[in-house]
């Protein structure tokens, strides 16, 4: 089964500077794909950025950027010029196959200090 | 912009009452979901359906059940609210005949659910 990662479960950074999130995952398919959600308090979960796993090229999206390590099972999130709207909870996910359902980490809490 | 709704927001109901939640989604998605989340702590999938009649039990086992009629539309019922119920529940949708492979999920604003 497919297991997804996040052992920290807070972390807090300086508006303005970088932060990155970390996130592990098991599986033994070949094929499949890594999202990183954000849900800020009280508000809807949205998708910060998407990767798929046979592009090795690291995904971006603005002042998000993620660290794919393919061989290593690892996908960390970056995000540079830390605001204060970026705190928030972030989950990392992972999906594969047609017909298989999201698998979640238990979630990252980040605060921003201003 | 995500189309893809819950009703009630929130919602308190005094125990023993039977509560539907309301998930639907205009986006012709086929895998839905439905996730109960405490405030501040991680997700767990408590019901999915890949499409039209197809439902399935989740990781974390839940008293709620869920229907899937029409391709838009994926309520879930406790037939017997208790406190034990009070959390937020979650919907979401992925998928369709014309969504990219891996394509993401959708969320609903969620219910917040109280009952006394």
Not at chain 1, 12 to 30: K, N
Request: proline share 4%.
């Amino acid at each position: 089964a497919q297991t997804v990662t996040q052992s920290q479960p807070e972390m807090s950074v300086q508006e303005a500077e970088t932060v990155t999130l970390s996130c592990t995952y098991d599986t033994s398919e070949s094929d499949y794909y890594l999202f990183w959600y954000k849900q800020p308090p009280s508000r809807q979960m949205i998708l910060v950025i998407r990767q798929e796993a046979y592009k090795q090229q690291n995904a971006t999206e603005n002042r998000f950027s993620v660290n794919f390590q393919k061989a290593a099972k690892s996908f960390s999130l970056k995000i540079s010029d830390s605001q204060l709207g970026d705190a928030a909870m972030y989950f990392c996910a992972y999906g594969a196959g047609a017909n298989s359902k999201l698998t979640f980490g238990k979630g990252i809490t980040l605060s921003v200090r201003p | 912009e995500a189309d893809i709704y819950q009703t009630p927001r929130y919602l308190v109901i005094g125990t023993g009452k039977k509560i539907t939640l309301e998930c639907s989604q205009t986006m012709g998605h086929d895998k839905m979901y439905w996730y109960q989340q405490d405030p501040g702590m991680e997700l767990h999938l408590i019901h999915y359906s890949y499409g039209v009649n197809s439902t399935e039990k989740g990781d974390l086992s839940s008293e709620s059940t869920v229907s899937r009629i029409r391709t838009e539309h994926f309520p879930l019922t406790l037939e017997s609210a208790r406190p034990s119920h009070t959390s937020q529940y979650l919907c979401a949708s992925s998928g369709g005949a014309g969504a990219p492979r891996g394509s993401e999920a959708f969320f609903g604003q969620g219910t917040r659910l109280t009952v006394v």
